[in-house]
């Protein structure tokens, strides 16, 4: 069935390109209302009702993106997004840019106009075909899908399904040499947008011919030199032949974002201190350090010769520091190519294969971890004075002693954990490692491109993803900044996600960035505070309330704790009050016990 241009039926249309990319492996869609992309909504309609797939609703595009992309991070699978025309789809460029540095699988469905539209200055009509740019793998412009013989749109859709899956588009049983990454699928649907009566029978029929489909495993690029590198013994003899340079070599493991158990692994198969950021997956057992981020900027980082790379660092200056250091050897684990860096502009050396990284590590001095493990545990016992001697001065809990109470109830319930972006990702990065701890509940953060875009819509994506309880640690621009996120319709699954807020009225992170000096300086503080301090005055607890959620304040630890501890049912919000002011000298403090410490003569 064709409309009078000749172009297939809306409904085909939206049937065939859902089809497609249900048998690609995608069970969550993500939707956001509008009129063009009507065919899309009845299909998905019929199909959530087969319980084919889950949609969820949202009317901000901007949340239903990170929603999306919430999703997608936790499940590893395709999700999608639907959206109507115009700038509706302009609203998902933040989440697409996120994933796309950050590697997720989402998947853009924009209606779109017919072709015969565009240019006339119709309603609501654009040049969207090709919007997100670099920022996708791949995009097809489907204005007349299904073609009757394949042609450059049935082209065009493979390759996003390639994409999304990690296949190969020419060889669909090999592994793609791309990174998985979001796609823009644009559908061009032209008038009746509604279905008539027999189509409302052929949608249901259709839906309840995928009940039993079971997306097949896509193949993954595996590195068959795992086994080996993490023995006992040193891989082979390759160690021996690599001179003397590969004894006693001062080499540590540093876990970026993503990096996964494996860096952990390592490190204690190589008997090296783990640097492991909070979201590497990586930050336990016995080599990992909980200050190491003030421990490199004192007489151990100082003395480091070689760093083998997990991950993508994003948190630490010091760590950015020692890779850019002349007299530091270092290279990078990338067995498959990433999305978040050309390997040749990088500073470290890629390497394909684990058994070439632990030849590189070389055989640490045998007081070298133990040496870590002394300074790191004699500096968080000085860090945890100075934190409280700042409590008890400013009469209010700081960030790190809040990233501390949050990283405790981790341990004792085992929820997961979203954090925001800015200043309390670096407080979760100096909270202790219990060496003792089998594994660490996970944690998320957004740092593709580390903005604090849609936070709350991406942790409510996790949660409806694992259909899990977890918890959620930001500050309080965070949280305003994605407050429509705290929006769910009364048809709508609400995620269980207990939201820890640190309000200190503004941008605290300026403050411990060259900005905090810019202020000092005589005439200059006002403008540090409204431009970059941006203080507000928002009710926190009527912004929640006016949401329908629970709100608790917690003024102490003790009320901290216990509100931590309350079961985690729907959205809750605990708001901790703190302070900007002496941020920048007590941030200077913490670096000064490294220093002071390790180089005696520094006062």
């Known amino acids: 069935m064709t409309s009078s241009d000749s172009q297939p039926d809306a409904f085909l249309t939206a049937v065939s390109v859902l089809d497609s990319l249900i048998r690609s492996g995608m069970r969550e869609v993500v939707l956001a209302p ?67 540095h950050s590697e997720v699988p989402l998947a853009i469905l924009s209606a779109d106009r017919p072709p015969r539209l565009r240019g006339t200055g119709a309603n609501q009509t654009t040049w969207q075909q090709g ?52 796609v ?20 249901r029929a259709w839906a309840d011919s995928l009940t039993d489909v079971r997306a097949p495993v896509a193949p993954r690029r595996a590195d068959s030199t795992v086994t080996e590198a993490l023995g006992d013994s040193d891989p082979g003899e390759a160690l021996a032949s690599e001179g003397p340079g590969a004894e006693g070599v001062r080499t540590v493991v540093i876990a970026g ?15 090296l201190p783990l640097l492991a950021e909070p979201s590497s997956g990586a930050r336990s057992g016995p080599n990992a350090m909980g200050t190491y ?29 020692l890779l850019h250091r002349g007299d530091v050897e270092s290279v990078i684990y990338l067995p498959r190519p990433v999305a978040w860096a050309l390997p040749d502009r990088r500073p470290e050396t890629p390497v394909e294969t684990l058994v070439e990284a632990r030849r590189f590590a070389g055989r640490p001095p045998r007081s070298w971890l133990e040496r870590w493990h002394t300074e790191d545990e004699r500096v968080d016992n000085d860090l945890q004075r100075a934190l409280a001697e700042a409590r008890d001065r400013n009469g209010c809990l700081n960030g790190p002693l809040v990233a501390r109470a949050v990283r405790e109830a981790m341990t004792d319930d085992g929820l997961a954990l979203v954090c925001g972006s800015s200043n309390l990702i670096r407080d979760l990065d100096l ?14 953060s957004n740092r593709g491109l580390a903005g604090i875009d849609g936070t709350v819509a991406t942790a409510s994506g996790i949660a409806l993803a694992r259909r899990e309880p977890l918890r959620l640690l930001l500050g309080d621009l965070t949280l305003l900044h994605d407050a429509g996120s705290l929006l769910f319709g009364p048809c709508e699954v609400v995620p269980d996600v207990q939201i820890i807020v640190f309000n200190d009225s503004g941008g605290g992170i300026f403050s411990t960035l060259e900005h905090g000096n810019v202020a000092k300086a005589e005439g200059w503080a006002g403008a540090v505070e409204r431009f970059f301090g941006t203080p507000h005055d928002a009710d926190v607890e009527r912004l929640v309330t006016a949401h329908g959620h629970r709100y608790m304040r917690a003024d102490d630890e003790d009320a901290l704790f216990a509100a931590l501890a309350a079961p985690v049912r729907g959205i ?23 220093a002071r410490d390790s180089h005696p003569g520094k006062r």
Request: net charge negative; charged share 25%; glycine share 8%.
């Open 131 to 182: 919007l997100y740019g670099v920022h996708v793998r791949a995009s097809a412009d489907l204005v007349s899908y299904p073609e009757p013989e394949p042609g450059d749109q049935t082209v065009a859709f493979t390759e996003c399904l390639a994409a999304l899956t990690g296949r190969d588009p020419a060889s669909w049983d090999r592994p793609s040499n791309r990174p998985l990454g979001p």
């Open 293 to 321: 981020q003030l421990l490199l900027d004192g007489e151990l980082g100082d003395q480091i010769e070689r760093v083998v790379l997990f991950g993508r660092p994003t948190l630490s200056r010091s760590v950015d520091h």
């Open 34 to 100: 509008g009129s063009r992309s009507a065919p899309l909504a009845y299909a998905l309609a019929a199909a959530s009702e087969a319980g084919v797939v889950e949609v969820h609703v949202r009317i901000d595009e901007r949340t239903a993106g990170f929603t999306a992309l919430g999703m997608a991070k936790a499940s590893g699978r395709p999700v999608g997004v639907v959206t109507t025309s115009g700038t509706a789809a302009g609203e998902l460029m933040p989440a697409v840019m996120e994933a796309n």
């Open 431 to 444: 909270v202790p490692v219990d060496p003792r701890a089998a594994h660490d509940p996970m944690v998320w």
């Open 572 to 594: 809750s919000v605990i708001e901790v009050r703190g302070t900007r002011e002496g941020l920048t000298e007590e941030r200077a403090e913490w670096k000064d016990i490294v």
């Open 257 to 271: 974002d993503g990096a996964g158990p494996l860096a952990r692994m390592f490190a204690e198969a190589a008997d």
């Open 184 to 203: 823009q699928i644009n559908v061009a649907f032209d008038v009746p947008l509604t279905p008539e009566p027999r189509m409302r029978e052929t949608l």
